[in-house]
């Protein structure tokens, strides 16, 4: 399991603010607004990184493209997400780095057609900069952030570009290892 990226103190400080639009409120609240949102811009592709925003989607109807779980939450056990996906891909990602194992998973699921869950041995949430990276041009990525809500981040060039700088600080750091 290669290691393609791996995380430095100072982008970690960078990628606690919100890659996108922060969506502030209760889980049945940001769900909605999801919801509504997806249903008027009808994105190519809607991703869940993490267990609890794949949860609360799913609960409620909207089905992700791809989710990309860890059965952990908040760094405890979690229930499993109940399975709406059509495949489901196991991968192993260390926290605080990508593999490349991951990385093809999320290439590959964008390119299929069915819905796919990957469970991650590790850490998903770093994956959220691979699946903006590879997903399709308006496609919509969604991820939880801690105390605060969810994060909304639409795949537009401008944000393709922006992750694959900061794709390029982290594989310039694990290279200098």
Known sequence: MPVV???TPEL??????????????TFSETTKH??????RESPPALVSIGDT??????DNRVLPKISVIDNVVMRKQAAPVSPFADKTVRVGNPAG????????????????SERVRIIV????DLLTLVAILYAPLNSLVVYGQPYEGVVL???????????AGILRAMETARKTK
């Not at 925003?53 to 799913?58: A, H, K």
């Not at 981040?153 to 992750?163: G, P």
Request: net charge positive; proline share 2%; glycine share 6%.
């Open 121 to 124: 041995d590790g850490e998903e």
């Open 53 to 58: 925003v794949t949860r609360n989607l799913t």
């Open 34 to 39: 999801i919801k509504e949102i997806v249903e």
């Open 5 to 7: 990226y791996t995380l």
């Open 153 to 163: 981040v639409k795949s537009t060039q401008e944000k393709k570009a922006e992750i």
């Open 12 to 25: 970690r400080k960078k990628l606690k603010t919100p890659l996108g639009m922060l969506i502030r409120g």
């Open 97 to 112: 780095t990508i593999t490349e194992e991951a990385v093809n998973a999320l290439e590959k699921a964008f390119r299929g």
